[in-house]
């Protein structure tokens, strides 16, 4: 099946510091790629859809200008929690899609972020 | 907004035991997911259905449209399916570029040896 990978798995950072994770598809193209972000014994929350060459997508509710999202080509989406603070610390999952309307999402691992 | 509803929360099971574990939705959709998370936060897509059922080894998912409401089911089941089991739908009005997904809470099943 197709393969969606997070960098990094794991990270701890100070308060005020900046953190990038990236999402690639291995071996597929995927023009949409989704960030979800998930607390603690809740569901996942999506946060922003991120599209290939344009501008993403962001719920209601989500900063972009705190989480900064770049679909740069059509295997990598980065995301950047800037100026991280401690209720930011949070599991952030994206997953990714070859864009066929009945066509599956294959999701990340998953990058736990912690912020001290 | 599509409200995806789960239960049982928590189910403990034995070794060996039939599970049952219900998704029902509020609005009319396109597909519906099943996913399952392992402790350690990686989630596994289980199937993606619009209508009917599928099958995959020990697993059965199914789904009734009219009724808006889809069930998974794990036949003999074994310590390795502990984990979470979500449900994700699609919404109907979906363009094909698009397949935002609704979650619910999730079921956490634990099946003792």
């Known amino acids: 099946g197709a393969v969606v990978s997070q960098h990094p798995s794991r990270v701890i950072c100070k308060s005020g510091t900046s953190v990038k994770i990236e999402c690639r598809s291995l071996?597929?193209?995927?023009?949409?790629m989704f960030w979800y972000r998930q607390f603690p014994k809740q569901s996942l929350m999506l946060m922003a859809t991120?599209?290939?060459?344009?501008?993403?997508?962001?719920e209601q509710g989500v900063e972009k200008d705190k989480f900064l999202i770049n679909h740069a080509s059509l295997t990598l989406s980065t995301l950047t929690v800037t100026s991280a603070h401690p209720e930011d610390s949070s599991f952030y999952i994206c997953?990714?899609?070859?864009?066929?309307?009945?066509?599956?999402?294959?999701f990340g691992p998953g990058t736990r972020l912690t912020v001290l | 907004k599509n409200e995806v509803e789960q239960s049982p929360q928590n189910l403990t099971a034995q070794e060996g035991e039939f599970i049952t574990i219900n998704c029902s939705y509020s609005?009319?959709?396109?597909?519906l997911h099943w996913l399952q998370q392992h402790p350690g936060g990686g989630i596994v897509s289980l199937f993606m259905?619009?209508?009917g059922k599928k099958k995959h080894g020990r697993l059965i998912a199914t789904i009734n449209i009219q009724e808006k409401h889809s069930s998974l089911h794990i036949t003999a089941s074994h310590p390795r399916d502990s984990a979470v089991y979500i449900c994700?739908?699609?919404?109907?009005?979906?363009?094909?570029?698009?397949?935002?997904?609704?979650f619910g809470k999730g079921t956490k099943l634990s099946v003792i040896p």
């Open positions: 997953s990714a899609g070859r864009g066929g309307l009945f066509d599956t999402q294959y």
């Open positions: 071996d597929f193209q995927a023009t949409t």
């Open positions: 991120s599209n290939e060459g344009s501008k993403a997508t962001y």
């Open positions: 609005v009319g959709i396109s597909a």
């Open positions: 259905l619009s209508s």
């Open positions: 994700a739908v699609r919404a109907g009005d979906s363009g094909a570029g698009s397949y935002q997904l609704t």
